[in-house]
């Protein structure tokens, strides 16, 4: 583990290469694994806030199950989370003409109609966020359906923490990725 800060970082997030390639995968994270969106709730007020802005985007099944559920839910774990379709795609889910999955959230957001761009959860991802009682831990989640991340992030020669600057960045500040990208490079400079 590497410190920065007062959190604790896998040496996954400096060493694996990963960049997402959305047409490689289809969107899987939003539709595979085995629960909804980890939330805060801070994020489950700002959703009953834009919900409006952002229902115009959703799928008929995600706006059934969010009247039905509602727009966040507690999982076995009592974590809020966002509410599934029939256990497996993520009720705010989008589907593109292609075919891939995107994030009905964001997709407002991008459209100007918000000003939240998604969950914290998914905008980090593939790094997922522990808090611990004097750290918060942040780890790689290594997952198959991500493969074309890891191709394409080879090709790229992007670090997991470059590839999620934008998030690091909205979570804990500039001046924490700051330092992060400093002890990146020295800990590059050691491992040569």
Excluded: Q
């Excluded at 009247?67 to 379709?85: A, C, M, N, R, Y």
């Excluded at 991008?110 to 750290?135: M, Q």
Aim: charged share 30%; glycine share 8%; with cysteine.
């Amino acid at each position: 583990m590497i410190l920065v800060g007062n959190k604790l970082l896998s040496e996954d997030i400096f060493d694996v290469k990963f960049t997402c390639d959305l047409n490689a995968c289809g969107g899987a994270c939003c539709v595979e694994g085995e629960g909804g969106a980890p939330l805060t709730e801070e994020e489950c007020a700002i959703l009953d806030e834009i919900f409006d802005d952002v229902k115009p985007y959703l799928r008929e099944e995600g706006l059934a199950v969010l009247k039905e559920k509602g727009l966040f839910t507690v999982d076995t774990d009592g974590e809020l989370v966002t509410p599934l379709i029939e256990g497996r795609a993520c009720a705010y889910a989008t589907i593109a003409d292609n075919g891939n999955v995107h994030c009905g959230i964001e997709t407002a957001y991008r459209a100007g109609k918000t000003k939240w761009k998604k969950p914290i959860s998914c905008h980090l991802y593939p790094i997922r966020e522990k808090k611990l009682v004097d750290f918060t831990a942040l780890n790689y989640h290594e997952w198959s359906i991500c493969s074309g991340a890891i191709t394409c992030g080879m090709a790229t020669k992007i670090s997991v923490l470059e590839f999620s600057k934008e998030a690091l960045v909205r979570r804990f500040g500039i001046e924490w990725y700051d330092e992060a990208l400093k002890t990146l490079e020295v800990w590059r400079e050691k491992k040569d």
